[in-house]
């Protein structure tokens, strides 16, 4: 065997050492903990953070389609357009929403009816997305634009004064400006 | 191929993509003149009259209000005022059916005029160049002005001065384009004084370099009105310029090509190139809002078309009900058989004639059997191009309904969905009578629907991480909390009590103690 070939053979030995190093070097300090698929999974889910799928919020959901193969057809406030796009990311057929994990219902936002409200602060410390404002013996309120409708403050409630109300007939028709697509100058 | 001495202007023009050469009509409403609309029994006055959230509600039911009050508070730059056409007591604050494109109501306050028709005005600024540019802005705001063209984008946006381009161009747009609507040239015909004055605040407002209108090569009378009027009034930094005549001219991007040859930006503005067009009816209203003090209560309403017996131009209260006006020229003929807001081509089809009239609403167009395509059933399309030969934006149509009718909304935003003015040549020319424009205009509602729910889901995802995160720091906040006081003595109780403690603790040892000795003795 020549030099030449023994050289080359150290050569990629070497290189092979060196990118191998860094590729694990890479792996172990700058992964994150959500993979790219469950992101784009994430990214399709409605962010009610309902938890009506059998699972404490979105992201968990969407690991365990990834990591579990959970069936993807168990989000009611996605309805079918989210099935839809589920299966054209995992690339299996669309299924029919899972009717034991509820049904497609209109958009809602959670209204508290302040009179009967006793302040007990329990559907704050439930509130997935910290849309409620109050405290302790305080009257408390939904902030409207941030409810995602998902229901978990009503069942905490012990003197069942919160109802869900359509979405606000102002948030679903849009000013023209949405519309129009028109950039207003600042 | 950009300009390069302003001077250019007018020399010579260049051609947008597309379009339609089509008869005027302007005629029928023209030979009676501007005519001034009596006052009616009930104005009816919508809250939301422009581009973007409109301004805070000031009045409630049961108010007495004068002409020209101001019914709303600015609370946003871009806000524009909306007044009370015409003194009265406000009878109620409702949703009432309306002229829009989508919407069927729309809140309004509704005025039971007094008819005695109590005016107020803000102070009349005679001398107004004595005034600076910012508080003719202001002064515009206040007075309600947004585009009368139809598109009612407020009037001050467009003439900031603090923008990165310095506006080289202001165009007054007299280039009404659209058949049978002559609001405009009737504005130009009747009141060239309001508009070439208006027009000189607006150039001096922006500073601009050059300001010159635009008319359309059919309007020979109103040139010489206006030029008539140029000499009277000794105006010379004032250009007339004649634009040859085609559908959809009179759109600001079309005109701004035409003029200067530049393309605004997709997704741009025209100020990015460093030019402004506002509308004839603007300039004139924007007189009256500075000279005269007058806010914008009143507009100019071509009531047209072979459906009423007297084709008129009004000059209507905002708030006045269509059939009022309908009335004024003479009623329904016996065929009439369709009414539209607007034009035959991007105009609002009307499902009654009990609604208000707007700062949007130029035309009032009654069309007989024989103006109306016959309602053909829709063809499959056979791909014939006619469709992208019109489009003035150059877009594809057939491409975009494609995509639209099969769901894919993204696809056809790729191409440039947003960039369709709604001006109608696709459908007027499609053999297959596809509704075009309106798949488009409903493909952008939703389009705009589903940007809206994508921007919540994105903030509830933020505003969940964000809890999750803070009650996890909390919890470990606690428990770090825990492991400090389990780790260190307990300085914190005074020796006092630890003596008690201590003495505590023996005293009961012993007594187990003892009961220990007293079982074992029992045994």
Redesign the interface.
């Known amino acids: 065997m020549s030099t030449t070939v023994l050289l080359a053979l150290i050569a990629v030995i070497v290189l092979i050492g060196a990118l191998g190093a860094v590729l694990g070097f890479a792996a172990s300090r700058l992964s994150s903990d959500v993979g790219p698929v469950v992101e784009q999974v994430?990214a399709i889910l409605?962010?009610?953070?309902c938890g009506q799928c059998g699972y404490p919020?979105?992201l968990p959901y969407a690991r365990a389609i990834v990591d579990e193969e959970v069936a993807f057809n168990q989000c009611p406030p996605g309805g079918e357009t989210v099935i839809g796009e589920l299966a054209e990311l995992l690339g299996r057929d669309p299924l029919p929403l899972n009717p034991e994990n509820g049904e497609v219902k209109p958009a809602m936002v959670a209204w508290i009816i302040e009179e009967d409200c006793i302040g007990c602060t329990k559907c704050i410390q439930d509130c997935?997305?910290?849309?409620i404002v109050g405290t302790a013996k305080m009257m408390h309120t939904v902030i409207a634009q941030?409810c995602?409708g998902c229901e978990l403050c009503l069942p905490p409630c012990p003197v069942d004064c919160i109802v869900m109300i359509p979405v606000n007939a102002q948030r679903?028709?849009?000013?023209?400006?949405?519309?129009?697509?028109?950039?207003?100058?600042? | 191929m950009s300009i390069d001495a302003p001077q250019d202007i007018g020399q010579r023009f260049w051609r947008f993509h597309g379009g339609l050469s089509l008869r005027h009509w302007k005629q029928m409403s023209l030979q009676h003149g501007l005519e001034q609309a009596p006052l009616p029994a009930q104005l009816i006055v919508p809250i939301d009259q422009q581009i973007g959230t409109p301004a805070e509600l000031t009045v409630s039911v049961g108010d007495t209000v004068l002409g020209g009050q101001a019914l709303t508070r600015r609370t946003e730059a871009h806000h524009v005022n909306v007044h009370a056409p015409s003194s009265g007591r406000i009878t109620a604050i409702e949703d009432r059916p309306v002229i829009h494109p989508r919407l069927d109501c729309q809140r309004c306050v509704v005025i039971d005029t007094d008819g005695e028709d109590h005016q107020t005005t803000l102070p009349a600024w005679d001398h107004w160049p004595e005034y600076n540019h910012e508080a003719l802005r202001e002064r515009l705001a206040e007075a309600g002005l947004a585009g009368l063209g139809g598109a009612l984008f407020p009037t001050h946006l467009k003439l900031d001065r603090s923008t990165e381009q310095p506006t080289r161009l202001l165009i007054i747009n007299g280039a009404e384009c659209e058949p049978y609507i002559a609001a405009d040239e009737s504005l130009m015909r009747w009141r060239p004084e309001q508009v070439l004055l208006g027009a000189q605040i607006l150039s001096r407002i922006l500073d601009a370099e050059q300001c010159v209108i635009a008319i359309e090569d059919q309007m020979g009378e109103v040139e010489n009105h206006l030029r008539q009027t140029l000499k009277a009034l000794q105006i010379d930094n004032l250009a007339i310029i004649k634009v040859p005549t085609i559908y959809p001219e009179g759109g600001e991007r079309q005109l701004i090509r035409v003029l200067t040859g530049d393309e605004v930006p997709a997704g741009g503005l025209p100020q990015d190139l460093g030019v402004v067009v506002q509308n004839v009816g603007t300039a004139a209203a924007s007189y009256q809002a500075v000279v005269d003090g007058q806010p914008l209560i009143s507009r100019v309403v071509s009531v047209t078309g072979r459906g009423v017996n007297h084709p008129v131009n009004l000059e209507a209260r905002i708030g006045t009900p269509v059939w009022f006006l309908i009335e004024q020229a003479g009623g329904y003929t016996e065929q009439a058989a369709r009414l539209v807001m607007g034009g035959p081509l991007m105009g609002i089809s009307l499902p009654d004639d009990d609604r208000p009239v707007t700062k949007a609403s130029n035309c009032l167009l009654t069309m007989i059997d024989t103006d109306i395509q016959p309602v053909a059933e829709e063809m499959p399309c056979i791909r014939c191009g006619k469709c992208s030969e019109v489009c003035p934006a150059a877009l594809l149509p057939q491409q975009l309904l494609a995509q639209i009718r099969g769901n894919q909304l993204e696809e056809a935003r790729a191409l440039h969905l947003d960039a369709c003015i709604e001006c109608g040549c696709c459908d007027y020319v499609c053999p297959s009578q596809i509704p075009l424009t309106q798949t488009y205009r409903q493909a952008k509602h939703d389009l705009a629907l589903s940007d809206l729910a994508q921007q919540q889901a994105d903030r509830a995802r933020d505003r969940h991480e964000f809890k999750e995160q803070r009650l996890a720091e909390q919890k470990a906040r606690r428990r770090q909390r825990l492991e400090s006081r389990r780790e260190q003595p307990d300085n914190s109780k005074s020796d006092d009590i630890k003596a008690a403690i201590a003495r505590a603790r023996e005293k009961r040892q012993a007594a187990a103690d003892q009961n220990c000795d007293a079982t074992e003795s029992q045994d």
Request: with cysteine; charged share 15%.
């Open positions: 994430n409605p962010q009610t953070q919020g979105c997935p997305v910290d849309a941030e995602t679903q028709a849009l000013t023209t400006v949405d519309i129009l697509n028109v950039r207003l100058p600042a």
